[in-house]
């Protein structure tokens, strides 16, 4: 952008000695100077996309969800209740609903028990933190598609390495078949989960580990507390906010998941492991009823509500704090 | 003492066999992927209730033809060749979104300058899951059903608020005194922008780049939804979707795929990882 | 009228004051120390004057010039150095001290020649190609100065530029500010909550406290006549002396002047006291002597006496000595409002 301001040439040769007076333009404000103004147009843009791209069709989701819109057809009329009257008797939504709880929850309490154990140990000084931290964070980095594939290949009904090596171990009798059977098939999902959320939760506890003045932690020693009265007493507490942060990635991620039971097991056997990222999109994209779909995913949005909510807490404690 | 002595031996022993099955644990399925893409297929397609033929090492001298077929036989490197487009188009895009609302989020707005930070960043929280179906409504008013466009009109609403937020607080960590001195000393806000604040941040922007182009590289959901053709796909999608034919696998080209994509990824993750998290947490981790 | 001027200038953050109405008037070329606790609105005083600050009413005049919301910082003719000295990270010292002249559109040789005489001037020239995290903080406060001083700026603003030296390096810095100022003749403001320093520096002195501005005079004048208990308690250390004489009145003086009377003359006007001394404490150069005042009245009001060393008049714990206070060098003070009560004035 041309500032007529700051690249004005001196007026003549002027005299090293002598301030340079600079011209009348110079003195007064302009556009480049006013803040508020500047606020507003570098913002704006960016809020009407997020609004043009994120905010309206958040609200056709709920507008499609009372709608019987169809894929391929542009016309639609608002039949009011009518998909959410179809999908609440359901059994397989109601298989969903639970596996997303389901996974969700137990996902996230592994997580986080994996993300405080490794973030702990870390910090305690191992040798080699740096490489394992490398190594950590292999699961996170690596795009989810491509990691559900591999464990598909992991968990493959005839070449599974899991079920050789546990026969070689004399740890299995009979023969697993991943996919097969619900209770196995859910397991699997949920390993692929918490395999994929916890290094970034190690991560980011890691870092509010670090952030604990250490000060506060000699203080502790001083005083004489042991390695688990400092844990329970110091690290966890001074961790809390972090680890909220860490648990509300988490949940989000977790919950509203589509590819990882999308590729390990499209939802079966038997529509048994769907969750409702995987079924809205089953009876939505591929089902062709845009209305179903949306009133299947709309059901995700008490999870949103709360870990916005808490977000906005955790957010105005800290504005307060600082 | 020597009870004790005893007893740091021992947690510190429990420790690192702690830390060394967890590690095992994330990195076992990228050395499965390694064993699979080298094995030749009479190694790798072995019954596993054969426990005379060890799956965990190469049975037999490993073999390149697996990768051979994958950059030969397949799309791969089309799909390589979308993904940097898409990438590289998002990874502008959101810059030019990003950079100054998150300057002015930073320094402009003043108090609701917060609020709406936080509301920003709270979209970038919507699920796809929520957001494809009305998304589908709009690439196909839009006509770019089956278009790489179509990403590249998506993929920035999740981008642009994530980025927003962490280019923020990178922002705010630039020193308020040095901005104030530049304007004294004779600049406009903008020129002040251009000339300080922005040599400043030239490692928050590269740290955003990086973190924008990953997300669009691990996107699936969208890809899935709105691109069909094999040749209009990304990595993401190609390798799970376009190499699986039928029920046919090509299990060690899948994981050659799988792997030589992953690396470059996760060792550009891990040099840039602790900006990052500085970056996400710097509200909780100020408290 | 002044070269730097305010009037009835006032900033309300939220529904809090910082500056609540002062009139302030620099003269050209003079050195105006600004001084008063954390948080009395000093700096913010001196951010509106620099147009950091947007004041909530009130005006500020630059050499005769209405600097109101349109005339940005770039425009004001000022230069400012900082407590943290705001180094640009990113330049050079050369580079930093370049700046505010390319700015101003100084042509390329000329803003060589400039920032080679502004390194001159502060004996940093062989510093010119370092990057600020190479300097010492000594290194670094002298960059900003030469920065501040190439461009000749109308005015000079400084916040509290010598807090981050050490003590030693501090007596020294400011000896060279005060003769670059004098050399230089730049109408200066100054930021600082060391009486020390205010003292040392300027040639008058602005005592602020709640947003207000307490009294402006010479560092002598706000030593021996302050014209509240604020000012009288700030200045100085240790502060001065407030006795309570009745329900209206409070009764002043400095500790320097509250001796044993053998150290009067004879036919001195004194104002006798009786102290029973608790506390001697042996500086080497003075002693200072803490005690209660042992009157009629009273005899709980705490009072302390710095004797020089020249006064040797052995003094126990516990026992009670004549002291007193010339007259010339009481105050006296409203207990109501702290103010002083007329009388004394120089």
Known sequence: MALPSGTQPASGSAP???????????????????????????????????????GIPFLLAIVLSFSDARAGSLSFSLVGLRNFLAILPDPQFHRALWNTLLLTVVSQAAVLVLATTSAVILDAGLPGRRAIRFLLLLPWAVPVSLASLAWVWIFDSTFSVI??????????????????????????????????????????????LSAIPQDIREAAVVDGAGFWRRLLQVDLPLLLPVAIVAVLFGVTFTSTDLSVVYLLTNGGPYNSTHVLATLAFQRGILGGDLGQGAAVALFLLPVLVVVAAVMLRLARRTEVGA | MRMRRARRVVVRAAQYAAIALITLFAVFPFYWMFLTALKQNRDLYVGATNLHHVPWVFNVPPTLEHVQLLFQRTAYLVWVRNTVFVGAVVVAITLVFAAPAGYALARLVGRWGERLGIALFLTYLVPPTLLFIPFARIVSVLHLQNSLWSLV????????????????????????????????DGYSRLAVIRKVVMPLAVSGLLTVVIFAFTLVMQEFVYALTFISSVQKMTLSLGVPVALVRGDVFYWGSLMAAALITSIPIAIVYNLFIDRFVAGLTHGALKG | MGYVETRDLRKVFGDVPAVDGVDLSVAEGEFLVLLGPSGCGKTTLMRMIAGLETPTSGEVYIAGERMDADVPPRARGIAMVFQSYALYPHKTAAGNIAFPL??????????????????????????????????????????????????????????EPLSNLDAKLRALARYELKKLQRQLGTTTLYVTHDQVEAMGLGDRIAVMNHGRVLQVATPRE??????????????????????????????????????????????ADVVPFRLRVQHVENLGADRLVYGVLDERARSDQPVIADLPVTVTTPLGEGQVYDFGVERRWVRYFDRQNGARRGGGAA
């Open chain 1, 16 to 54: 090293p000695a002598v301030a340079v007076r600079p011209g009348a333009a110079f003195r007064r404000r302009t556009l480049a100077d006013r803040e508020d103004l500047l606020g507003r147009l570098m913002l704006g843009p960016t809020l009407l996309y997020v609004i043009a791209l994120a």
């Open chain 1, 163 to 208: 079920n050789w090596t546990l026969k070689a171990l004399g740890l299995l009798r009979t023969w697993l078949f991943w996919f097969g059977d619900p209770a196995l098939a859910m397991t699997a999902i949920i390993t692929v989960h918490v395999w994929r959320m916890f290094p970034f939760a190690t991560v980011i506890v890691l870092a509010g």
């Open chain 3, 222 to 267: 706000i030593y021996d006549h302050p014209a509240d208990t604020f000012v009288a308690t700030f200045v100085g250390a240790p502060p001065m002396n407030l006795i309570e004489v009745d329900d209206r009145t409070l009764l002043g003086f400095r500790p320097e002047r509250f001796l044993p009377r053998p150290a009067f003359d004879p036919s």
């Open chain 3, 102 to 159: 390319e700015a101003a559109g100084v042509a390329r040789p000329a803003v060589t020649q400039r920032v080679q005489e502004g390194a001159a001037l502060f004996g940093i020239g062989r510093l010119l190609p370092r990057f600020p995290r190479q300097l010492s903080g000594g290194e670094r406060q002298r960059v900003a100065l030469a920065r501040a001083v190439v461009r000749s700026p109308k005015v000079f603003l400084f916040d």
């Open chain 2, 153 to 184: 009109v998506i993929y920035p609403t999740f981008t642009v608020p994530f980025c927003t937020w962490l280019l923020m607080g990178f922002f705010r960590s630039i020193p308020r005194d040095l901005e104030e001195q530049a304007m004294i």
